[in-house]
C-alpha cells in the first residue's frame, strides 16, 4: 500500500470515528500525535476536518443569505411606504 493510500484510509477512519466517537478519537489522536506513519497523519488531519465542517454547519445561515434576507426586508419596506405615501396623497 502506498503512502497516500495509508494517508487516505487514516483521514478517511479519522473522518468518520470523530463523527461517531469523538472520546475514542481523542485516545487514538493523543497516541499518534508524534507519529509520522502516513495513516496516523491521516487519521488526525481526517478527525480535525470533521470538527471544521461540524463548526461550519453549525454556524448558521451564510453570510450571502443574510444579506439577501436583509435586502429583501428593505425591498417590502420601501413598497409599504410607497402604499403609504399613496394613502396620504389621496385626501
Known amino acids: 500500500m502506498s503512502e497516500t493510500e495509508k494517508l487516505r484510509k487514516g483521514f478517511n ?11 475514542l478519537t481523542r485516545l487514538l489522536h493523543d497516541s499518534m500525535a508524534e507519529s509520522s506513519d ?3 497523519q491521516g487519521f488526525i488531519k481526517g478527525s480535525r ?7 461550519h454547519r453549525s454556524a448558521g445561515p451564510h453570510q450571502g443569505d443574510t444579506l439577501d434576507i ?12 410607497d402604499k403609504d405615501s399613496d394613502i396620504t396623497h389621496e385626501h
Do not use: F
Not at 436583509?70 to 411606504?81: I, P, W
Open 13 to 23: 477512519a479519522g473522518y468518520v470515528l470523530e463523527q461517531h466517537n469523538p472520546e
Open 38 to 40: 502516513p495513516y496516523a
Open 49 to 55: 476536518q470533521y470538527v471544521q465542517d461540524s463548526l
Open 70 to 81: 436583509d435586502h429583501q426586508s428593505k425591498e417590502r419596506n420601501l413598497e409599504r411606504d
